[in-house]
């Protein structure tokens, strides 16, 4: 499984950007997906995930200005990201989790940077 996230850009605050993830093969049969994002020196944090079945979850931190969905057809999973602050910059990933098999397929990273 290949992915290739997209969308990041210089925004300022209070603006919105819309993060692509494009999956290579069926998303449809993706048990999950989910989105992380990474600030230099910190750990890796979760941010939204959509399951197959379509149960979605967020990070307290982004709950109410942030939407994840994805379009089957297209094999592509989105971030929608508005209200943007600027604790929000980092380097967005996206991720193909496989629980049966313990596999994270990761792609490469997004830069998302918000300025005050």
């Known amino acids: 499984v290949q992915l290739q996230a997209s969308g990041g850009g210089l925004v300022q605050a209070g603006g919105s950007l819309r993060l692509s993830c494009v999956v290579s093969g069926r998303i449809s049969s993706v048990p999950i997906m989910r989105w992380f994002r990474q600030v230099p020196g910190e750990a890796r944090e979760f941010v939204a995930s959509?399951?197959?079945?379509?149960?979605?979850d967020y990070a307290d931190t982004v709950k109410g200005r942030f939407t994840i969905s994805k379009n089957n057809a297209k094999n592509t999973m989105y971030l929608q990201m508005n209200n943007l602050k600027p604790e929000d910059s980092a380097v967005y990933y996206c991720a193909a989790v496989y629980l049966n098999r313990d596999t994270v397929y990761w792609g490469k990273g997004t830069q998302v940077t918000v300025s005050s």
């Open positions: 959509m399951t197959s079945a379509g149960r979605i």
